[in-house]
């Protein structure tokens, strides 16, 4: 009952809610193009001052210690900033985090709230969604709003505004297909389509490293000045195939394998694990005899079974090598210093054991450059890298996606780990690797979050109409952060609103 009282405050006419003194606006300038809007990825620490944004450009940010990407957007009409989580694992967007119900409020606390007082295109419409997260959870209610990402205005975008939300402290802009596949209304990407922002469902995201925080979110286009070589095709796994039957960016992972400081390198067998790419998940999760043979590549690493997270020496953060990633033909090298996430004094191997639904998080992500095309159900990947830049259009049909080589050459050449087998991933280890006995950090939510589900209800909260998926998609939490979870819609109460 409770969210009734705050949706009847949300649709209210009184007084405008005290919104929090504002902090100094981020630039959300965006380059626009024919057929394509670029928004900065950027990336702060909420212990350092703001980076400078780059001129033309939006944010993506990084909170928390390298935990969560952002990207800034305008919504309402005078245009309000809100900064929000940018989530390829989810699919809907939202305003307006309670930020009594996050651990630490602070940081939640100093983002503008959209105050759908003071905006003249809100249409409020009477549903209502509870969104289960892999950590967090949102109880939201639907409006039709416009947005703008830099200069680029898409209207009547039907966004959630929280009601009740835990643990998510910022809004959420959801990139990733319909979980269940099927449209409960159209999403961000879908209206941009349909009112000719971009040409092709599709976008391409550079997280970038850690030393380097500005990346960017491309809709409707690409850099080629951001990665290294081809961008090698891989196609999206159809829902029938998913470990849960969610549709999810998943393709299929074929090797692992580590480079080492002096330049030698090792893989796996060859595998088939099919992973998923969530820009909302911190870590990576991975099937278990993976993370024990990364864990046990790693001189001095220790299991702490409180976190469930394995520490290595910050020195390894220094270290030339990578962890690598194959995918048919192509290989992803993700430097130690972006695949070992340094939090409260403790460097962190960027991936936690999950036999159900493996994860390429953000640890991958750093090092990847990645074209998400959702009208043809295609990821294409690259090394990412910086030479320049050169935006190129993403057209529309089944050659959308321009198969034009990156412009960045390799800084040093890589042996090519021709002895496949030499890290083994085919059998769970009996020895763990050394265990961690002393303070761990703390508060940093690495459990596995609640099997995520959307219940749909309509505006009269009293009797929500539908019940939780016995299909979920989501499972267990799915990295740190809010990642993948939302679920699988089940009635389609909203069906209407298509
Ligand atoms: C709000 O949305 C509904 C449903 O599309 C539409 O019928 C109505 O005209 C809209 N109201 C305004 C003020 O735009
Ligand atoms: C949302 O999260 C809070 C805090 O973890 C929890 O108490 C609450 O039960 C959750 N709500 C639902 C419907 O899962």
Known sequence: ???????????????????????????????????????PVNAIQPERPKLRIRQNEVAIENQDAGTIYTIDVEVGTPPQSVTLILDTGSPDTWVNPSCEFVSSSRDCDSFRRYDHTKSRS??????????????????????????????????????????????????????????????????????????????????????????SPDGALIFGGIDTGKYIGDLQKLPMLPIERTPRGADRYYVSMTGVGLTYPDGSATRSQQIDVSVFLDSGGTLSRLPTAIFQAFAASFEGAEYDSRSGLVFVPCDVVGLQGSVDFYFGGKVIRVPFSDFIWQVQGFCVLGVLPDDDEAV?????????????????????????????????????????????????????????????????????????????????????????????TRISGTGSLAAPTATASSRSGAGKGVGIGFGAAVAVAVANVLAWMI
Do not use: W
């Open 360 to 452: 390429l998080g953000d640890t991958f992500l750093r090092a990847a450059y990645v074209v998400f095309d959702q009208d043809n159900r295609n990821l294409h990947i690259a090394q990412a890298a910086n030479c320049g830049t050169n935006l190129v259009a993403i057209g529309s049909g089944v050659d959308a996606v321009p198969s034009q080589k990156g412009a960045c050459t390799a800084t040093s050449g890589h042996p090519a780990a021709t002895a496949a087998g030499g890290l083994d991933v085919t059998g769970t280890r009996s020895s763990p690797t050394a265990i961690f006995t002393g303070e761990g950090p703390t508060g940093i939510g690495v459990g596995p979050g609640p099997v995520a």
């Open 122 to 211: 809100i249409n409020a419409t009477r549903y209502v969604d509870h969104l289960l997260y892999g950590s967090g959870n949102a109880t939201v209610q639907y409006v039709r709003e416009t947005v703008k990402i830099g200069s680029a205005t898409i209207t009547n975008q039907i966004i959630g505004v929280g009601l009740e939300t835990h643990n998510i402290p910022l809004g959420i802009v959801g990139l990733s297909p319909p979980l269940n596949g099927e449209n409960q209304y159209p999403y961000i990407l879908d209206t941009m389509k349909a009112q000719g922002v971009i040409k092709s469902r599709a976008f391409s995201l550079d997280l970038r490293g850690v030393d």
């Open 1 to 39: 009952m409770l969210p009734l009282l705050f949706a009847a405050a949300l649709l209210g006419s009184g007084p405008a809610s005290a919104a929090p003194e504002a902090p100094e606006a981020r630039s959300s300038l965006v380059i626009r193009g024919d057929g394509f809007v670029r928004s």
